[in-house]
């Protein structure tokens, strides 16, 4: 058994923290009702706009490896094709690498998705432009 003191003690000490404490309720939640097909949509959207955040990889590796091709080779005449024709092809594929490489890194620039965006297109506000009862 307690003895009176520790009791009342114990009943004044949790009457004093329930007092001076204070309690957050943060219970709002929104549920979104959709349906398979909607979000299979919303995920191949997503993966599209990830994979472009990405796509200036493939490009700029390619044009460094030509470039430095063409800092370090001295072309010669092969398989019949003489070695400033072979060059010509190394210019005219830096060329093109190069533009593919800005167009990538643009679209990457200008490709932004984050978890938000997902949700946002999930919901049917985002979708119609009204929300749905």
Same mark, same amino acid.
């Given at each position: 058994m307690? #003895?009176?003191?520790?009791?009342?003690?114990?009943?004044s000490?949790?009457?004093? &923290? @329930?007092?001076?404490?204070k309690?957050?309720?943060n219970? !709002?939640q929104d @549920?979104i009702v959709? /349906?398979? #097909?909607?979000?299979?949509?919303c995920?191949?959207?997503h993966?599209?706009?990830m994979?472009?955040? $990405?796509?200036?990889?493939g490009?700029?590796? *390619? +044009?460094? /490896?030509? +470039? *430095?091709? *063409?800092l $370090?080779?001295?072309?010669?005449?092969?398989?019949g094709?003489?070695? %400033?024709?072979w060059?010509?092809?190394? +210019?005219l594929?830096?060329?093109? /690498? *190069?533009i593919?490489?800005i167009?990538? @890194?643009i679209?990457? +620039?200008?490709?932004?998705t984050?978890? %938000?965006k &997902?949700?946002?297109?999930?919901?049917?506000s985002s979708? $119609? !432009? /009204?929300?749905?009862?």
């Open positions: 307690t #003895d009176p003191q520790h009791a009342q003690f114990e009943k000490f949790a009457k004093n &923290i @329930i007092q001076s404490s309690t957050h309720v219970l !709002g @549920i959709t /349906t398979e #097909d909607k979000v299979r949509l995920m191949t959207h993966a599209q706009r994979s472009n955040k $990405t796509a200036w990889i490009p700029v590796s *390619l +044009l460094v /490896t030509i +470039l *430095l091709v *063409l $370090t080779a001295v072309f010669h005449d092969t398989m094709i003489p070695k %400033d024709t060059h010509a092809i190394f +210019l594929a830096a060329a093109a /690498t *190069l593919w490489s167009v990538a @890194i679209k990457a +620039l200008r490709t932004s984050s978890i %938000d &997902i949700v946002d297109e999930l919901k049917p979708n $119609t !432009g /009204t929300p749905q009862a």
